[in-house]
């Protein structure tokens, strides 16, 4: 049985992996609000329970009992998020806070059903896809993440990261300008020395910063 400690990390590194980002304890502590040798010590525990294994790099990796779990959880928490926004109307950036706590409140039974009467979503909210309602969990090898658009181009959001530090502040701040999947963008300037990009959305000028712009991924516009 895991604790809900383990499954808050599966779900991380499940989330990290899934768009071939290295996972490392210090990326984990900023996404979980935890200190470095918090991490250290959950870890080692997972890595006995095997739900993880750490390679010689020190990356973590999911072994398959520990993605089988979360998978199954994203695949809950995903379905919540989708029946929070569509049916109840709630802002997409509350509904991941929300589909934390609830997917752990209802049984199998009833999350196969809102699924069910979902349509068999295959995205969240958010654009990251279900697992069992989508083909493939990975990310499009035509998708990019948005700090990496050059100058002068014009890219269509596909999906936002939900392993930010804080998610919720994160999805709001995007929400308060339009920026969701389906949002058609122009890069109108990539300012040098790592500063902010400026884009264009509709008649919108948007300034973000690289390090908001890495959580979302974009492909070029048709």
Request: proline share 4%; charged share 25%; aromatic share 4%.
């Amino acid at each position: 049985m895991t604790t809900a400690t383990e499954e808050s990390y599966l779900e991380i590194i499940y989330m990290m992996t899934a768009e071939d980002q290295s996972v490392i304890g210090a990326r984990l502590a900023d996404a979980l609000h935890v200190s470095r040798p918090t991490v250290t010590t959950t870890l080692r525990r997972m890595v006995r329970d095997g739900l993880v294994k750490i390679n010689d790099g020190k990356e973590v990796q999911l072994t398959s009992k520990g993605q089988s779990i979360a998978e199954y959880l994203q695949r809950r928490h995903r379905v919540v998020e989708r029946w929070l926004t569509d049916v109840l109307g709630l802002d997409w950036a509350k509904s991941d806070a929300e589909a934390h706590r609830l997917e752990h409140a209802m049984s199998d039974e009833v999350a196969e059903l809102l699924n069910k009467q979902l349509g068999y979503p295959t995205t969240c909210p958010h654009g990251n896809p279900i697992p069992g309602n989508a083909k493939s969990v990975s990310v499009d090898s035509k998708t990019f993440q948005l700090d990496q658009a050059a100058e002068g181009s014009r890219v269509v959001v596909t999906r936002i990261s939900e392993y930010a530090e804080n998610v919720a502040e994160l999805l709001s701040y995007l929400g308060d300008r339009g920026i969701m999947p389906g949002a058609n963008l122009s890069v109108v300037e990539v300012a040098p020395l790592k500063g902010p990009l400026t884009l264009k959305l509709g008649t919108r000028i948007i300034s973000m910063s690289r390090e908001v712009a890495r959580y979302v991924w974009v492909k070029k516009s048709e």
